[in-house]
């Protein structure tokens, strides 16, 4: 069981950077994968990185070249650099984890708003 809370989401102008940043608690962090996710309204809520406890990297194709996500397993700590962002970047984004050995991700962050501006 992991705990988990999000940070760093706000107001942007298109073209520039963010980062967000997932805190866990727990004492076995390095054992979970840590998944980004974002849903915007109306639409279907996707997965857009993720990390595996091996390092291992996913990214959705909409957000590949912009977006680069990492953890530091000494902070228990995941985060999420965007850069180039637009527009459709707009959502809620979430953080979630994924014990190792398990099929879904189970533990959830609160969420932060994450607006870009034209």
């Known amino acids: 069981q992991v705990q988990l809370v999000e940070s760093g989401g706000g107001l942007v102008q298109a073209g520039t950077s963010l980062k967000l940043s997932c805190t866990a608690s727990?004492?076995?962090?390095?054992?979970?994968?840590m998944g980004w996710f974002r849903q915007a309204p109306g639409k279907e809520r996707e997965l857009v990185a993720a990390i595996g406890s091996d390092g291992s990297t996913y990214y959705a194709d909409s957000v590949k070249g912009r977006f680069t996500v990492s953890r530091d397993n000494t902070k228990n700590t995941a985060d999420l650099q965007m850069n180039s962002l637009e527009p459709e970047d707009t959502a809620v984004y979430y953080c979630a984890a994924r014990a190792r050995g398990r099929q879904s991700y189970e533990n959830w962050g609160q969420g932060t708003q994450v607006t870009v501006s034209s």
């Open positions: 727990g004492r076995t962090f390095s054992n979970y994968a």
